[in-house]
T-cell receptor, first 110, second 115 residues
């Protein structure tokens, strides 16, 4: 599976937008970009995924670069409950498994 | 929907003892995954099943680990004999067939401590 690179940690003020970057320069044409997050003492939780176009759902937005070598997860208004480790993962079309990297630990400052 | 249910939530055992972790996937989901999480190695995929059949067990650490899925609503991960380095949080996840196969739902995890 292609590798992703994320910053180890980021901070955000409460109520402000957060942009979490992910680099995946070796992405293939059949790789979906997935984001999961893990709140303290919980299992990972699905956030969003996309292939080529930007995606929005109730939790977040996913902005995918035109060349697909990078993407950004956008939390529009960070809350304290959004403090978690965010994982960016590439998943080949038709593949069932997910391989997690080290993720970005997001700290939200009140 | 109760989600993915794992038991026990916490287990403390002594080295050499057998440990069995249990998982009930979401009804209708046909893929099931076992992950292990430690501070040193992060989240590791151990094995996954599709329609109750093991598809990829390349992540299983060694012969002391075994996993079974006797039916669509139950899976076990067994460690025999257990060792202190097996201490970790073990997560079970499931996903539905079709387009929904993109989304994994995780359980709350089973925290194992081997003394």
């Amino acid at each position: 599976d292609a590798k992703t690179t994320q910053p180890n940690s980021m901070e955000s003020n409460e109520e402000e937008p957060v942009h979490l970057p992910c680099n995946h320069s070796t992405i293939s044409g059949t790789d979906y970009i997935h984001w999961y997050r893990q709140l303290p003492s919980q299992g990972p939780e699905y956030v969003i995924h996309g292939l080529t176009s930007n995606v929005n759902n109730r939790m977040a937005s996913l902005a995918i670069a035109e060349d697909r070598k990078s993407s950004t997860l956008i939390l529009h208004r960070a809350t304290l409950r959004d403090a978690a480790v965010y994982y960016c993962i590439l998943r080949r079309t038709g593949a069932n498994n997910l391989f997690f990297g080290t993720g970005t630990r997001l700290t939200v400052i009140p | 929907d109760a989600g993915v249910i794992q038991s026990p939530r916490h287990e403390v055992t002594e080295m050499g003892q057998e440990v069995t972790l249990r998982c009930k996937p979401i009804s209708g989901h046909n893929s099931l995954f076992w992950y292990r999480q430690t501070m040193m190695r992060g989240l590791e995929l151990l094995i996954y099943f599709n329609n109750n059949v093991p598809i990829d067990d390349s992540g299983m650490p060694e012969d002391r680990f075994s996993a079974k899925m006797p039916n669509a609503s139950f899976s076990t991960l067994k460690i025999q004999p257990s060792e202190p380095r097996d201490s970790a949080v073990y997560f079970c996840a499931s996903s539905p067939p079709g387009r929904g196969a993109n989304v994994l739902t995780f359980g709350a995890g089973s925290r194992l401590t081997v003394l």
